[in-house]
């Protein structure tokens, strides 16, 4: 079977999942390193991108990487930027529940809004927090 068989019968977390496994992950800002523009905003986590991918900025797909056990997106978020005005998604990959939190506070205080989607157990709908 190809990927053009197989790409129909999978669902969005797959194909998130997909992005990163054929894909090379760059943290170009690491757990600790303040907001290029914003000095005072520290990132809780690895923040990187896709390389050879194109996100809503017409960057590679953004990615926070977190320590969980399992090797998949546990989450996303598309956030809205009115300063920018842009929209993008981003993943979570091997975030906790507690890295989730983490990274909810991280774009509270921000002027750009988010919408995080949890990825649903087996056979459930997924949670949007």
Same mark, same amino acid.
């Given at each position: 079977?190809?990927?053009?068989?197989?790409?129909?019968?999978?669902?969005?977390?797959?194909?998130?999942?997909?992005?990163?496994?054929?894909?090379?992950?760059? *943290?170009?800002?690491?757990?600790? #390193?303040?907001?290029?523009?914003?000095? @005072?905003? !520290?990132?809780?986590?690895?923040? @990187?991108? %896709?390389?050879?991918?194109? @996100? @809503?900025?017409?960057?590679?797909?953004? !990615?926070?990487?977190? #320590?969980?056990? +399992?090797?998949? !997106?546990?989450?996303?978020?598309?956030? *809205?930027?009115?300063?920018?005005?842009?929209?993008?998604?981003?993943?979570?990959?091997?975030?906790?529940?507690?890295?989730?939190?983490?990274?909810?506070?991280?774009?509270?205080?921000? #002027?750009?809004?988010?919408? %995080? +989607?949890?990825?649903?157990?087996?056979?459930?709908?997924?949670? !949007?927090?």
């Amino acid at each position: 079977m190809t990927d053009a068989d197989v790409w129909p019968c999978m669902d969005i977390w797959q194909h998130a999942d997909q992005l990163i496994e054929r894909g090379r992950l760059q *943290i170009d800002r690491p757990c600790g #390193s303040a907001h290029p523009m914003l000095p @005072g905003l !520290v990132y809780p986590l690895d923040y @990187g991108y %896709i390389e050879d991918t194109r @996100g @809503g900025d017409g960057e590679g797909v953004d !990615v926070w990487l977190g #320590s969980g056990p +399992v090797d998949q !997106v546990t989450a996303l978020a598309c956030t *809205i930027d009115p300063f920018r005005r842009d929209a993008e998604v981003k993943l979570f990959y091997r975030c906790t529940p507690e890295q989730i939190q983490r990274i909810r506070d991280f774009y509270a205080p921000q #002027s750009q809004a988010s919408l %995080i +989607v949890l990825r649903p157990a087996r056979d459930k709908e997924a949670t !949007v927090q």
